[in-house]
C-alpha cells in the first residue's frame, strides 16, 4: 500500500484545512485509515481514523469536535477535515493505513503498517 498526502499549509489560528490521502497498491489491507501528528520535539501522535466502510471514526480528544474524518472509497482518499485552527495543532500530519483496528489499537500508531509522507500544517497566532 502506497499513501499520498497533501494539502498541507500555513493558516491563521481560527481558519480550516482539508488534508487528504491516497491510496494505491494492495489496499485490501487497509481496512482502517488513520492521521496521526507530529509536533518539533514531541512523539508522533493519533489524531482520528475511519474504517473503509465509513461506519466507525475515532478522534482524540483535542480535536474532538473541530477534526472530521471521512472518505471517498471510489477515489480511494481519506479527508482529515479541521476546523477551528489552534497553534498547537501545528504539526507534521502523517496518513496510515491498517487492518481493522478495536478499542485502544485505534491510537496505536505500531498497528498501522503502511504510511505516507507527511504533510506540514502550520497555524499561526
Known amino acids: 500500500v502506497q499513501l499520498q498526502a497533501s494539502g498541507g499549509g500555513l493558516v491563521q489560528a481560527g481558519e480550516s484545512l482539508r488534508l487528504s490521502c491516497t491510496a494505491s497498491?494492495?489496499?485490501?489491507?487497509?481496512?482502517?485509515m488513520g492521521w496521526f501528528r507530529q509536533a518539533p520535539g514531541k512523539e508522533r501522535e493519533f489524531v482520528g481514523a475511519i474504517r473503509w466502510s465509513g461506519s466507525v471514526t475515532v478522534y482524540a480528544d483535542s480535536v474532538k469536535d473541530r477534526f472530521t474524518v471521512s472518505r471517498d472509497s471510489a477515489k480511494k482518499t481519506v479527508y482529515l477535515q479541521m476546523n477551528s485552527l489552534k497553534p498547537e495543532d501545528t504539526a507534521v500530519y502523517y496518513c496510515?493505513?491498517?487492518?481493522?483496528?478495536?478499542?485502544?489499537?485505534?491510537?496505536?500508531?505500531?498497528?498501522?503498517?503502511?504510511w505516507g509522507q507527511g504533510t506540514q500544517v502550520t497555524v499561526s497566532s
Open positions: 497498491g494492495r489496499t485490501l489491507s487497509s481496512a482502517t
Open positions: 496510515a493505513a491498517g487492518p481493522i483496528l478495536y478499542g485502544s489499537s485505534w491510537y496505536d500508531r505500531s498497528q498501522y503498517g503502511y
